[in-house]
C-alpha cells in the first residue's frame, strides 16, 4: 500500500511521527521490528477498528526509508503477516544498497 492511500487522520499521524524522526525527536508509539536486525521500526496506528503500521529504518547513513505501509490483518496474533514481512525485508535490502551508493 502507499503512504497516501491511507486515511487522512492515519496519513496526518505517521507524517507527524516521521518529521519528528528527521528532526532526531522520538516519535509515540514506535516499536522495533528485531526480525529485520537493528534500526527498523514500525509506527502504529488505529482508526476505526482498522490496525495501520509503517515500517522504516533509522540507521542508514544518508536518509531515513520508509519500507512499507500497510493496513495490518493478521488473524493469529500480534506477528507480521508473511507477504508483509517479505516486502519489508526486500526493501529494506534495496534501501541499504541506496544508502551505500550515496
Do not use: W
Request: charged share 30%; proline share 4%.
Amino acid at each position: 500500500m502507499d503512504l497516501s492511500a491511507l486515511p487522512r487522520e492515519v496519513k496526518a499521524s505517521f507524517g507527524l511521527r516521521l518529521y519528528e524522526l528527521q528532526i532526531s525527536k522520538t516519535p509515540r508509539d514506535m516499536k522495533p521490528l528485531r526480525q529485520f536486525g537493528g534500526g527498523v521500526y514500525e509506527l502504529r496506528e488505529r482508526l476505526g477498528g482498522n490496525a495501520y503500521r509503517v515500517a522504516y529504518v533509522l540507521n542508514l547513513m544518508n536518509a531515513i526509508y520508509v519500507l512499507h505501509a500497510f493496513t495490518k490483518k493478521s488473524k493469529s496474533g500480534i506477528g507480521l503477516p508473511k507477504r508483509d514481512a517479505d516486502l519489508i525485508a526486500d526493501r529494506l535490502r534495496r534501501a541499504r544498497e541506496l544508502d551505500a551508493e550515496h
